[in-house]
């Protein structure tokens, strides 16, 4: 596809999450979004779906989706467009608003316990298929297309898919938090996303934790946690060994006490999951 086609048919949203970025505030037609190029406490970076184009008002610079993908990856035209020729924007989370109905054409058609071999296969590459009664078989519907995957709950009700092609969140976005009421300790293990909280569980090789447990669901959205954070007295860490990883690891450890850093026992990999499935 040429410039103006990407422009036209690829999704802002899209777009967006593929780098793992996420509306702090939205409605159907437009969301805002912290910046793209700098770190703030107010998102400024205003989002319109229908237009297909976002401003950010701290900069006063617009962009489109290539644009979008520039500034992210400090890329050229070209190196942006073969960037996003790579994404299976079929599956993305890529919300349509109806202005004569005002409803969305994506929907959760049915939620159940896991069933399908492929997802019981995926939890099984994933070596967290002694976990499967944590998540739920959720089928759903893109854009008039049916696709089911493997769920796990916000706290927004919103539910994280995934499957081997996709990852999407539908709903709103938010992060989870599990309290233990049984808790004997005031402690809190902190995750990226569910499948490396799966894998704790697995390795805990018990359901009688004496902590808490806070998924993230995007580095994105740690924003959502600050306060919840504050109500602890230890914060273990285990996230991924990535930039945004890293970024989110210091942002709390220079927020926070008595914070520990458990990437050590998986540096060599991405994350946890891919640790322990390597072992």
């Known amino acids: 596809m040429n410039c103006q086609n990407i422009k036209q048919k690829v999704g802002i949203r899209s777009v967006l999450e593929s780098f793992g970025l996420f509306p702090v505030k939205e409605n159907p037609k437009t969301a805002f979004y912290f910046a793209l190029d700098r770190e703030e406490k107010i998102p400024s970076l205003a989002v319109d779906f229908v237009k297909n184009k976002a401003f950010d008002f701290g900069n006063a610079k617009s962009y489109d989706v290539i644009s979008i993908v520039q500034q992210i990856k400090k890329c ?17 989370n890529e919300i ?22 492929a997802l019981i296969q995926y939890l099984k590459s994933r070596r967290v298929f002694e976990q499967k009664h944590r998540v739920k078989e959720i089928h759903y519907e893109l854009k008039g297309r049916k696709y089911f995957g493997i769920g796990f709950q916000n706290n927004s009700e919103g539910f994280e898919i995934r499957n081997l092609h996709s990852k999407i969140c539908l709903g709103k976005k938010d992060v989870t938090l599990i309290v233990n009421d049984k808790k004997s300790k005031n402690e809190i293990v902190v995750f990226e996303g569910f499948f490396d909280y799966l894998t704790y569980r697995n390795l805990e090789k018990s359901d009688n934790s004496n902590c808490d447990f806070l998924i993230l669901n995007s580095t994105a959205m740690l924003f959502m946690a600050e306060e919840k954070l504050k109500q602890y007295d230890k914060i273990s860490l285990f996230l991924d060994n990535d930039k945004n990883g890293k970024s989110v690891k210091s942002k709390i450890k220079n927020q926070y006490k008595n914070v520990e850093d458990c990437s050590l026992i998986y540096h060599k990999f991405k994350d946890l999951n891919e640790w322990f499935c390597s072992i």
């Open 76 to 92: 050229s035209v070209s190196e942006a467009l073969k960037c996003l020729s790579t994404l299976d924007f079929r599956v993305q």
């Open 96 to 117: 349509k608003y109806h202005e004569t109905t005002g409803q969305t054409c994506n929907q959760i058609l049915e939620i159940k316990e896991i069933q399908h071999p």
